[in-house]
Structures are given as structure tokens and as C-alpha cells.
């Protein structure tokens, strides 16, 4: 997720009180404080993103009842990712008096757009094309061929995760709109959030028991690449922001609290859906599950126990675990990348088949098959990320500006 925070040149946060104080200026140029625990919730939410795409693509994700439960939970982290992007946005740019729009604009969407259509063409070439042998179709048939490619673009189907970046383009979009919203409300931010959470509520609501005659619903499953069924995440991420310092307080001292009420609401949220599939004749797999009005108190918690638990590190943990603070520097800076590759890389990994399973799963049996699955995808991921780092070009790539290569000495 392209949610980058700017260069590094404040001190670790070492207290509420110092993650309180985070927002200050550590240069007279205006440069806000790195805030450490936003890479340590990026790299557990982009890490937890790969084990779901890899567990589905291991089992048999239509079936399973312990799968989709698994999946259920883990669904909380798509909506981190916006009320992340939604929270360093905000922090970057509420205080900004001279905020321009089409400076952020300029800055903000060349690095997902450009990632998203190299990217998107990627998928399409390997998955649709090369693997189906269309080869030939396609350099027979140019003008249908492009049209097929951005029928698939124009809404985020090229790759399964593509999606995201398609949403994240309205993000950054509408994040003017977003920010004057905030200012605006400010000092009713309760108020602001309160008739979020009621939309949010009618909007999965809808999602969920509505059912659209057939005009409609040839668009109305694309839901989900829109902006819509995530706007009350995306301004819970930037009113966190803003109002971080009174959260890093109030958040002291309640681990324990938001422990029982992760459990609970993980509770309510599984008993509703195990209930439904067992008394209600609903379907195990559902491709709204996501969307399910009882999941948003889990995902709220989830995201907030997130943020709790990594702000803990930062201050508490962090400079007493150098070797991991680096692993999560370098997970976090390398995290869109890994985002956008992870899926080519698993890919390859299962393409090899034995029978009707890949040979992978065939032959480790399961969880084995499943968790090398995952090691395998993400080093792959990673090493991959590397490479392109360092090619010319490693901007519209990866998101990311060029590493330099190796010197010999």
C-alpha cells in the first residue's frame, strides 16, 4: 500500500506520552515525525494479506468451513489498509496550510497508477494469455485483445488483488475532499464518525440482503472495487490521525480490555456466520463475507488492537530489538511491491500440478503444503522486489524509487 510516510529523522517514540507528542516538527522545515509503528502494522497487514491469498489457493476455499471462518477474521485487513492510508494522509496534510490539490494529485497517484497498469497488463499477459495459449489470438486480434484489457483494468480484475490499487486511486482522488471534510468537522469528529458508522451499516447492509435485479447486478458485484464499502475506515484512519495523541492516552493501559473485546466481537462475528451456514441454509462461501454489518465491531477492534499493539513496540520495544526493528523497516518500505508481485510469484509456485492439486500441496499434504506455500511466496515476493528495485524504472514498478546496485570493492 503506497500510505509512505516521510523520510526518517525523529527519535523512537518511547512513551504514550512521547507517541502523544509524535505529531511535532522535527525540523523547521516542517517535516512531521516518522511514526515507527505504521511500518510494523503495514508489514503484519501485508504479510497477513499473502498468508490468506495462499491459504485460499491451497484449500478448497468453497467448502471449507474452517477456511472461510479464517478468511471471515483476516478480512479485517483489507480495511486496514485504507484506515492506514487514511491515517498517514491525514497526518501529513491536516496542519499543511498550503495543501494544493493538484500538488497532491501529482505526487500521490503517479505512484499507484502507474504500478497498477504495468502491473495489470503483467497478470493479464501471464494468466489470460500465456497460460491460456491465446498468444497467437491476441497478435491476430489487437483491437479485441486491448479491449478485453481494459474491460478487465477498468475495474481491478486483472490480477485478484488488483482490485486494491483500483480502490486506492479513488482514495487519493477524493483524500482533498476528505481533508477538507475533517477540518471542517473539527471539534464534531465523534459526530463525523457516528454517521460513517450509520452508512457503513445501511451500506453493507445492502450489500449483504439485498439482491439486484439481473440490469444491475451485471455491475453491482463490482462493489467491492470501489470506495464506497470502505469510507467509514478510511476516515477512521485520518480522524485517528488527528487526534492521535488523546488515543495513544486513552489506549494506555487497556490491553487487556481490548483483548476481551477482540474475543468477543470475534465471537459474534463467527457465531453469525456459523449460525447462518448451519440453521439458515446459507452457503459456506460467500463473496460478500466481507461485507456482513456483524463484522464491522471485529474489524474496528482489530484495527485498533493493531494499532495499540504496534505503538507498544514502538515505544516500549523497539530500541531493545534492533534486529527485528530493521526486519520491520525493511518489510514495511518493500510492502507495495510485495503487494503487487506476491500474486505472480504464487502463482508459479502452484503451477506445477499433480493430479488436481498442485504438486506442492500433493505432495507436503496439508497445513504443510499451505504453510510452504506461504514461505515460498513471499521470499519469492521479496526477492523479486529486489530486483526491480534496482532496475531502471523501479518507481513505476514498485511504487518505490530505484535502489542503487551493489558496489564492488
Known amino acids: 500500500m503506497t500510505t509512505f510516510a516521510p523520510e526518517r529523522g525523529s527519535a523512537t517514540i518511547q512513551s504514550a ?17 516518522y511514526l515507527h509503528h505504521l511500518d510494523l502494522i503495514r508489514a503484519t497487514t501485508f504479510s497477513l494479506v499473502i498468508f490468506v491469498h495462499c491459504l485460499t489457493q491451497t484449500t478448497d476455499e468453497f467448502n471449507s468451513l474452517p477456511v472461510n471462518t479464517a478468511s471471515l477474521l483476516l478480512h479485517f485487513t483489507r480495511n486496514t489498509f485504507f484506515a492506514l492510508t487514511g491515517f498517514v ?30 502491473w495489470s497488463a503483467i497478470y493479464w499477459l501471464v494468466q489470460e494469455v500465456w497460460a491460456k ?12 485483445s486491448l479491449a478485453e484489457f481494459g474491460r478487465l483494468a477498468g475495474w481491478g480484475l486483472s490480477g485478484f488483488q488488483m482490485y486494491f490499487l483500483f480502490v486506492m486511486l479513488q482514495v487519493y482522488l477524493l483524500f482533498p475532499l476528505v481533508l477538507w471534510l475533517v477540518r471542517a468537522t473539527r471539534g464534531h469528529h465523534g459526530k463525523l464518525l457516528a454517521g460513517s458508522l450509520a452508512v457503513q451499516l445501511a451500506i453493507t447492509a445492502t450489500i449483504t440482503f439485498w439482491h439486484p435485479p439481473a440490469p444491475v447486478a451485471e455491475y453491482w458485484w463490482h462493489h467491492y472495487a470501489t470506495f464506497v464499502p470502505y469510507q467509514f475506515f478510511i476516515l477512521y484512519g485520518a480522524v485517528a490521525a488527528v487526534h492521535r495523541e488523546a488515543i495513544a492516552r486513552w489506549l494506555a493501559g487497556k490491553g487487556w480490555w481490548l483483548f476481551g473485546a477482540l474475543l468477543t466481537t470475534g465471537a459474534i462475528a463467527v457465531g453469525t456466520y456459523l449460525s447462518g451456514v448451519w440453521f439458515g441454509g446459507k452457503p459456506v462461501h460467500d463473496n460478500d463475507s466481507a461485507f456482513r454489518p456483524t463484522l ?26 534492533p534486529r527485528f526493528a530493521r526486519a520491520v523497516s525493511f518489510a514495511s518500505n518493500r510492502s507495495f511491491g510485495v503487494f503487487l508481485g506476491h500474486v505472480l510469484v504464487l502463482y508459479f509456485v502452484l503451477t506445477p500440478r499433480s493430479g488436481d492439486q498442485a504438486w506442492l500441496v500433493a505432495t507436503l499434504g496439508q497445513p ?4 510452504v506455500t506461504y514461505i515460498a511466496t513471499i521470499a519469492g515476493s521479496l526477492l523479486l522486489v529486489e530486483i526491480l528495485r534496482r532496475l531502471p524504472g523501479s518507481l513505476y514498478l ?8 551493489p558496489v564492488r570493492r
Not at 19 to 31: E, L
Not at 368 to 371: I, K, S
Open 17 to 33: 506520552d512521547t507517541i502523544a507528542r509524535s505529531g511535532q516538527k522535527v525540523s523547521s522545515a516542517g517535516r512531521k515525525a
Open 89 to 118: 494522509l491525514m497526518y501529513q496534510n491536516f496542519d499543511k496550510a498550503d495543501f494544493s490539490t493538484t500538488g497532491f494529485w501529482r505526487k500521490r497517484i503517479k505512484l499507484v497508477i502507474f504500478p497498477y497498469l504495468i
Open 133 to 144: 495459449d491465446r498468444i497467437g489470438d491476441v497478435l491476430s486480434n489487437p483491437v479485441s
Open 296 to 321: 464491522i465491531p471485529f474489524i474496528v477492534v482489530a484495527i485498533t488492537c493493531l494499532y495499540a499493539a504496534a505503538a507498544h513496540w514502538a515505544s516500549n520495544w523497539r530500541d531493545g530489538t
Open 368 to 371: 504443510w503444503g499451505t504453510l
Open 398 to 405: 514498485t511504487g518505490r524509487p530505484r535502489l542503487p546496485l
